[in-house]
């Protein structure tokens, strides 16, 4: 399922952006769209990972650097049978962690110092199983797709409204300035509701999932307790809302706008899930 919403999402954004060449160049506008388009959707396969590993500053680490972390980290990928990921710290008082990567044999997984600074090894073990089912479950290429279509939304958003600025005064018919419009005002929830609809139920799945692979589902819901209550007073100040579904809170305050089109289930819901499946009744 995972594989076929990849490729929908890498054909939409090939779609996209036809569309939009097209609209703002003809056919030769669409011509270069269909090249830029092509390097994209090879690009958004192989570096959107390692794109969003340098967007946050993610430093690379060894066992001799964060003994712990590592060693938890192999231990529950080996309990998970999956490959040993590489591991990320990001010098980020904000606590909070994602996984990104191509497939389980290229991915990585990475974390904030914050969350290592405020989380017992119990709790810090439950989030790690979290990100570990998202690489299990094959989340996290669809996760990063989804961050470059999403982002590639908006910049076609932004486009249309330049276009609309600064080409009133050139001999454009009605259909353009409609096209425009539909641009600005169409992308950006279009882009919203395409974070929404795949970041939330992969959310609760990778929840369970961590659950099963840490075996202490009431850890990971401490965790997400802490995280949740933290991130309101020390929200991430360099996120960005393109990838906001991949951390494992929204890296925003309940007070910021982009919570209002949260990606992220309630942590209410998703602590009382962990709970259930604690105590046997899922």
């Given at each position: 399922?995972n594989?076929f919403?990849t490729?929908f999402?890498?054909t939409?954004m090939?779609?996209l952006?036809?569309?939009v060449g097209?609209l703002l160049?003809?056919?030769?506008?669409?011509m270069i769209?269909?090249?830029?388009?092509?390097?994209?959707n090879?690009g958004?396969y192989?570096?959107?990972?390692?794109?969003?590993?340098?967007?946050y500053h993610?430093?690379?680490?060894n066992?001799?650097?964060?003994p712990k972390?590592?060693?938890?980290?192999r231990?529950?990928?080996?309990f998970a049978?999956?490959?040993?990921p590489?591991?990320y710290?990001?010098e980020?008082?904000?606590?909070?962690?994602?996984?990104?990567?191509r497939?389980?044999e290229?991915?990585?997984v990475?974390?904030?110092?914050?969350?290592l600074n405020?989380l017992?090894?119990d709790?810090?073990?439950?989030?790690?199983a979290?990100?570990?089912?998202h690489v299990k479950?094959r989340d996290?290429?669809l996760?990063?797709?989804?961050?470059?279509?999403?982002?590639?939304?908006?910049?076609v958003a932004?486009?249309?409204?330049?276009?609309?600025?600064?080409?009133?005064?050139?001999d454009r018919?009605?259909?353009s300035?409609?096209?425009?419009?539909?641009?600005i005002?169409?992308?950006p929830i279009?882009a919203?509701l395409?974070?929404?609809s795949?970041?939330?139920?992969?959310?609760?799945a990778?929840?369970?999932?961590?659950?099963?692979?840490?075996g202490?589902?009431?850890?990971?819901?401490s965790?997400?307790n802490k995280l949740?209550?933290v991130?309101?007073?020390?929200?991430m100040?360099n996120a960005?809302?393109?990838?906001?579904?991949?951390?494992?809170?929204s890296?925003f305050?309940?007070?910021s706008?982009f919570?209002?089109?949260?990606?992220?289930?309630?942590i209410?819901?998703?602590?009382?899930r962990?709970?259930?499946?604690?105590?046997?009744?899922?």
């Amino acid at each position: 399922m995972n594989t076929f919403r990849t490729v929908f999402l890498m054909t939409l954004m090939m779609v996209l952006l036809l569309f939009v060449g097209e609209l703002l160049g003809g056919s030769s506008g669409m011509m270069i769209a269909f090249l830029i388009s092509l390097v994209m959707n090879f690009g958004s396969y192989w570096f959107s990972d390692k794109i969003v590993l340098m967007m946050y500053h993610a430093k690379q680490v060894n066992e001799s650097e964060f003994p712990k972390l590592y060693s938890t980290v192999r231990r529950l990928s080996q309990f998970a049978q999956l490959p040993m990921p590489k591991v990320y710290v990001m010098e980020n008082p904000a606590p909070n962690a994602f996984a990104t990567g191509r497939n389980p044999e290229h991915a990585a997984v990475a974390v904030t110092t914050g969350i290592l600074n405020i989380l017992s090894e119990d709790e810090l073990s439950g989030v790690l199983a979290h990100e570990l089912a998202h690489v299990k479950h094959r989340d996290i290429l669809l996760g990063t797709i989804t961050a470059t279509l999403v982002g590639t939304i908006t910049y076609v958003a932004h486009m249309a409204q330049w276009a609309a600025i600064f080409g009133g005064g050139r001999d454009r018919d009605n259909g353009s300035g409609l096209g425009d419009l539909a641009l600005i005002i169409v992308a950006p929830i279009a882009a919203m509701l395409i974070q929404l609809s795949i970041s939330r139920s992969r959310e609760f799945a990778a929840d369970a999932g961590g659950a099963a692979i840490s075996g202490q589902p009431l850890s990971l819901a401490s965790a997400l307790n802490k995280l949740s209550k933290v991130n309101e007073r020390l929200p991430m100040k360099n996120a960005e809302p393109a990838t906001a579904h991949m951390f494992i809170v929204s890296p925003f305050s309940r007070k910021s706008l982009f919570r209002i089109f949260s990606t992220h289930p309630p942590i209410e819901e998703r602590i009382k899930r962990l709970q259930e499946i604690a105590s046997g009744s899922m």
